[in-house]
């Protein structure tokens, strides 16, 4: 007697066709996902690995993620520091804050990310431009706070550098100058050094804390 020629194929217990294909499907999602990853993460790291050597570890990762970031207006001091005067909080006792805007942990400020972005890519740099070519007006400050560790960030617009005041380093930021100066004059309206080349204003009364 002959089996019914209608009867359905019997399955291979063993065979898990669809289901690999399925497994196949997500591992090779996962590590595409992955690779892109890894790509992005080494794209920034060529991108900024200049600019990570110039600012030191340390400093880049307060630019990066500190709570607390003071945006400083500066100006002349004439007050005259004695010897018994705390170290200069800017490098010299020349400078002092005329103005400043304190930006603390959950505060944002339009700008603030994208300049803490720019300063830790190699591209905002010009390296070849030699420190002598100008004569840097330190206008503003940008000080990166997280609890005892601090970086103070000197910068110059009319001839554009900035100036870490813990390492004395210094670099020119030519290709940011622009963006810089919108940031930043937006923080202060009117402020001190409009236009380039305008003297600086001495300080009168002692700078507010």
């Not at 209608?6 to 399925?22: F, H, I, L, M, Q």
């Not at 431009?129 to 009319?158: K, M, N």
């Not at 930021?173 to 919108?182: D, G, K, S, Y």
Request: charged share 25%; net charge negative.
């Amino acid at each position: 007697m002959t089996g019914n020629s209608n009867s359905p194929p019997v399955e291979d217990p063993d065979d898990d066709g669809p289901r690999y294909s399925g497994r196949w499907a997500i591992i090779a999602v996962t590590l595409l996902a992955v690779l892109m990853a890894s790509y992005a993460w080494w794209h920034r790291r060529q991108a900024g690995e200049r600019a990570l050597e110039f600012w030191g570890p340390e400093t880049a990762l307060l630019i990066s993620r500190a709570p607390e970031v003071e945006l400083i207006e500066l100006g002349l001091d004439n007050r005259g520091l004695t010897a018994v005067d705390e170290a200069p909080r800017f490098g010299s006792s020349s400078l002092a804050a005329v103005r400043t805007k304190l930006v603390q942990r959950g505060e944002s400020v339009p700008g603030l990310n994208k300049a803490r972005t720019i300063l830790l890519q190699d591209n905002a740099f010009a390296w070849d431009e030699p420190a002598g070519s100008c004569e840097p007006r330190w206008q503003y400050a940008l000080e990166f706070r997280d609890g005892q560790r601090r970086a103070t960030v000197l910068i110059a617009l009319d001839c554009p550098r900035v100036k870490l005041v813990e390492r004395e380093a210094s670099a020119s930021i030519r290709p940011i100058a622009e963006p810089l100066r919108e940031f930043l004059v937006a923080q202060f309206p009117e402020a001190q050094f409009p236009t380039p080349g305008l003297p600086h204003e001495k300080l009168t009364t002692p700078a507010a804390k």
